[in-house]
């Protein structure tokens, strides 16, 4: 699977390069988050903004992601919603449990505003 792993200070954005994220690629993606929990990782932002398209595999990556830093008392945030991911977020509900940002800069700019709390 393609996709580019920022390591910063406090957190790792994930970017997906790939148009799909799929039963194809979101093992991957799975294994690759499991990895960063075993590091400590504790706040992640998963940026889909090139995604077209997800599937119900692709759906279990972004819990997958979610639960690992709920785990961790830390903060997970999907970004870049295309439209027919957006909707499938939406059918399935899951606008209500997850934090979802336009894009990386309100998503970082709400991880420092949690982080003063």
């Given at each position: 699977?393609?996709?580019?792993?920022t390591?910063?200070?406090?957190?790792?954005?994930?970017?997906?390069?790939?148009?799909k994220?799929?039963?194809?690629?979101?093992?991957?993606?799975?294994?690759e988050?499991?990895?960063?929990?075993?590091?400590?990782v504790?706040?992640?932002?998963?940026?889909?903004?090139?995604c077209?398209?997800?599937?119900?595999?692709?759906l279990?990556?972004?819990?997958?992601?979610?639960?690992?830093?709920?785990?961790?008392?830390?903060?997970?945030?999907?970004c870049?919603?295309?439209?027919d991911?957006?909707?499938?977020?939406?059918i399935?509900?899951?606008?209500?449990?997850l934090l979802?940002?336009?894009?990386?800069d309100?998503?970082?700019?709400?991880?420092?505003?949690?982080?003063?709390?």
């Open positions: 699977m393609e996709f580019e792993i390591k910063k200070e406090d957190h790792v954005v994930i970017k997906i390069l790939s148009k994220l799929d039963t194809n690629n979101a093992p991957e993606l799975k294994s988050l499991v990895v960063l929990g075993n590091d400590d504790k706040n992640i932002i998963l940026d889909v903004s090139q077209s398209y997800v599937d119900s595999s692709g279990s990556a972004i819990l997958v992601a979610n639960r690992l830093c709920e785990d961790s008392i830390g903060t997970f945030i999907l870049g919603l295309q439209p991911v957006e909707h499938l977020i939406r399935s509900m899951l606008h209500t449990v979802i940002t336009k894009n990386v309100e998503a970082e700019k709400l991880l420092v505003e949690k982080g003063n709390l």
